[in-house]
Nanobody
Framework: QVQLVESGGGLVQPGGSLRLSCAVS????????MAWYRQAPGGNEREWVA????????TYADFAKGRFTISRDNDKNTVYLQMNNLRFEDTAVYYC???????WGQGTQVTVSS
């Protein structure tokens, strides 16, 4: 069973940075594509943010390009999302997900506010 534990969220001012972590168990991130999603306050659906495939270039939603970077640490079996130059509209709960799995973690709250 795939388990995902997101962490690293918090309150940050506009223009600030955060690094989110997703600790994975039940599969190897080195052998599986991973993705980050987010759900804004009051939003009904989770919005795709970025993907790191098993063996291809990472891809990003337009709003994330140039500001966010997805990466993984195979030794720690963890996926990261480095977020820079954060904006008010980045406020959301952020989730990671593994390709081919329906499991979701509890998410981590990111709040961008002055």
């Amino acid at each position: 069973q795939v388990q995902l534990v997101e962490s690293g969220g918090g309150l940050v001012q506009p223009g600030g940075s955060l690094r989110l972590s997703c600790a994975v168990s039940g599969l190897l991130v080195s052998r599986n594509g991973m993705a980050w999603y987010r759900q804004a306050p009051g939003g009904n659906e989770r919005e795709w943010v970025a993907t790191i495939p098993r063996a291809a270039l990472s891809t990003y939603a337009d709003f994330a390009k140039g500001r966010f970077t997805i990466s993984r640490d195979n030794d720690k079996n963890t996926v990261y999302l480095q977020m820079n130059n954060l904006r008010f509209e980045d406020t959301a709960v952020y989730y990671c997900k593994a390709f081919g799995s329906d499991s979701w973690g509890q998410g981590t709250q990111v709040t961008v506010s002055s």
